[in-house]
């Protein structure tokens, strides 16, 4: 179908909000890690690390739209050690041991995020016991810099493959792929500032988007293995941490407020 044909098509209009939709939630994630990581940089470095990633973010999700048919052969099996796990409610296996290269690139991006939220949540603990590449501490600068992008790169290609693979589910033509994908990044890089300084300003925050970033490791790591988990259930329980955590921050603002205006009085 052409372009044209496409512009007059109110089911490609539908698709296309269907999918920026899509593409910016299944973004959250990526955002949540390249903010967590900025913020790990001297101030004057963290403007720049998050529109890095994202560019990288974007560059790595064009470059796989090009390679389509590459990424939809990840899915076919590599082998497979004939493990499957007891039959749930739909007639499907609740896991399987048949890995694709898109299931091992899965596990791996999972075991990478569960292994650097744990550091950063043991770091968050006990700021004196840490060996991170990226301690501010560090008078290697530049090295920080760039353990940060190939950290960011790394998940980048993770989050990439799960969101083409998404994009191709739902729709079939390329061109509508390749609009929602630029808007959802688009999106992105707006909100990666406010997003990093909003973790930066509230310290609690840090351990929740942390928590965020184990969850979403386990995740990964179950759907290499053939496990589906709803991603709808994932998102609520984050939205729902984010709305507690929201009205602690909002009841402490205003603690910090009347002790102010005591203060003032008195």
Known sequence: MSTAELLSDPAAWAALATLIVMEVVLGIDNLIFISILSNK???????????????????????LLTAIAWIVALTAPVFDLGIVGPTGSHGEPSFETAFS????????????????ATKEIHHSVDEDDSD???????????????????????????????SI?????????????????????????????????????????VMLA??????????????????????????????????????NIWSRRA?????AAKATRH
């Open 41 to 63: 940089l001297p101030e004057a470095q963290r403007g720049k690390a998050r529109k890095v990633g994202i560019g990288l973010a974007l560059v790595m999700r064009l470059a």
């Open 101 to 116: 290269w898109r299931d091992l690139i899965l596990i791996a991006g999972g075991l990478f995020l569960m292994w650097k």
């Open 132 to 162: 991170d590449l990226l301690d501010k501490g560090k008078k290697t600068v530049e090295l920080s810099f760039t353990a940060a992008i190939v950290q960011i790169l790394l998940l980048d290609i993770v989050f990439s493959i799960d």
């Open 165 to 205: 693979l998404t994009a191709v589910g739902m729709t079939e033509h390329v061109q509508v792929m390749y609009v929602a994908v630029i808007v959802a990044v688009l999106v992105m890089l707006l909100a990666a500032d406010p997003l990093g300084n909003f973790i930066n300003r509230n310290p609690s925050v």
């Open 210 to 247: 942390l928590g965020f970033l184990l969850m979403i490791g386990m995740v990964l790591i179950a759907e290499g293995f053939g496990a589906h988990v709803p991603k709808g259930y994932i998102y609520a329980a984050m939205a729902f941490s984010g709305g507690v955590e929201g009205l």
């Open 255 to 259: 603690r910090e407020r009347k002790a």
